[in-house]
């Protein structure tokens, strides 16, 4: 069954504000400032020259970033930054990048830095299960590292630095894919940050690029142009043919959160309420519902659990599916059960999935 008006729970791509999905529908057929499809206008137009603008403008108002920062808006997703970082700031270096593997996608970043340059992994979760991060005092930094990466949330194992890493003499590269502009993150203590948009700020096919000027100047000369920072520094993100239409239904969620939402602070505050919501119940469950990841490092924005068995929880979610619940399977790395509540899932979403958690183990014991 596939019952109409589903709620997005999806890891990812995820849901997207229902004013902003208006104004996509009517943008497809015509944009009211031009008179053609959005999907139809040159990268090259001065509109589309004004929404990079706009956009860039609005991330560094929603994240307080100065000009010492790049805004840059590229392709090839979280995926290729694994390799970009590594290839601009790992060239030539002697001491080792320290990475933390905290969970399934810090540890894709780790064999792709590999290959450019030495790295260390400082910690890695697999012995606890990835089931918790780090405290304080299980990481050494050391000062002579070149930069240190690691991912603010694991999107697969529900996990979240709730501070931030490491040392303000090492650069500090995350990637924030599954959390970005979902609450005030201190930007400017970090390096380089990247974040592609199809978790919690738009469609796939633009990944958001966060560098520090002064990061650029020892990067290699002889990097392929599409993989050298300065080339879409120069072009103002307009290197080749951009993805206009992605981009612009990320500025249409920048314009969301700044206008409807009242900027990241609000959005954070919304966000806790929503994840609040759905721990509480799973901890006055009476072990119906099993939390995966350890207390004080629990995801504002994908909650995962189990259930009794394999049974049990397959027969969740085929129930949530017919009453109107998508995408609450967990990644296929873990199984169990997922609820992404990304910035544009509703606390009424959130409340309904709640009430029908309730009832399933009312109905179940
Ligand atoms: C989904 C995800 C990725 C993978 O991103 P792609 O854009 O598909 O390359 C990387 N990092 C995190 C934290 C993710 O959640």
């Given at each position: ?99 933390l593997?905290t969970g399934?996608?810090s ?18 979760g ?7 991060l ?20 694991e ?211």
């Amino acid at each position: 069954m596939n019952p109409r008006n589903s709620l997005n729970f999806s890891g990812g791509p995820g849901a997207l504000p229902e004013s902003v999905l208006q104004q996509v529908q009517e943008a497809i057929m015509e944009l009211p400032e031009i008179g053609l499809s959005v999907l139809g206008i040159s990268h090259r137009s001065d509109w589309f020259a004004a929404v990079i603008a706009e956009l860039e403008t609005n991330i560094r108002t929603l994240l307080g970033l100065s000009t010492d920062y790049h805004v840059l808006l590229l392709q090839g997703g979280a995926t290729q930054q694994f390799s970009m970082a590594p290839m601009t700031l790992l060239h030539g270096k002697t001491h080792a990048a320290e990475y933390l593997r905290t969970g399934y996608w810090s540890g894709k970043a780790i064999p792709e830095a590999k290959r450019e340059g030495p790295i260390q992994v400082i910690w890695d979760g697999e012995s606890s299960g990835f089931t918790r991060l780090p405290g304080d005092d299980e990481l050494l930094f050391s000062p002579d590292a070149p930069f240190i990466h690691y991912s603010s949330n694991e999107t697969v194992e529900g996990l979240q630095f709730h501070r931030v890493l490491g040392r303000d003499d090492v650069p500090r590269v995350c990637d924030m894919s599954s959390d970005f502009l979902s609450t005030p993150c201190e930007a400017e203590r970090f390096s380089l940050i990247y974040a592609h948009a199809q978790k919690n700020i738009g469609p796939a096919g633009v990944t958001v690029v966060l560098i520090r000027d002064e990061l650029l100047k020892d990067a290699p000369d002889n990097l392929p142009g599409f993989l050298d920072y300065r080339s879409h520094v120069k072009a103002h993100s307009n290197f080749n043919t951009p993805p206009v239409f992605a981009i612009y239904v990320v500025l249409l969620v920048t314009r969301w959160l700044l206008n409807d939402i009242g900027g990241v602070a609000n959005m954070h505050q919304i966000n806790r309420s929503k994840a609040e919501l759905l721990y509480r119940l799973l901890d006055q469950s009476n072990g119906f519902y099993r939390g995966r990841a350890a207390v004080p490092d629990r995801s504002t924005m994908n909650v995962t659990f189990n259930l009794a068995s394999p049974e049990m929880e397959k027969r969740f979610l085929a129930e949530a599916a017919a009453a109107g619940f998508s995408g609450l399977g967990g990644h296929r790395a873990v199984g169990g059960i997922r609820a992404s509540i990304y910035n544009a899932v509703t606390l009424q979403a959130v409340e309904r999935l709640a009430g029908f958690m309730d009832d399933f183990q009312r109905r179940a014991v």
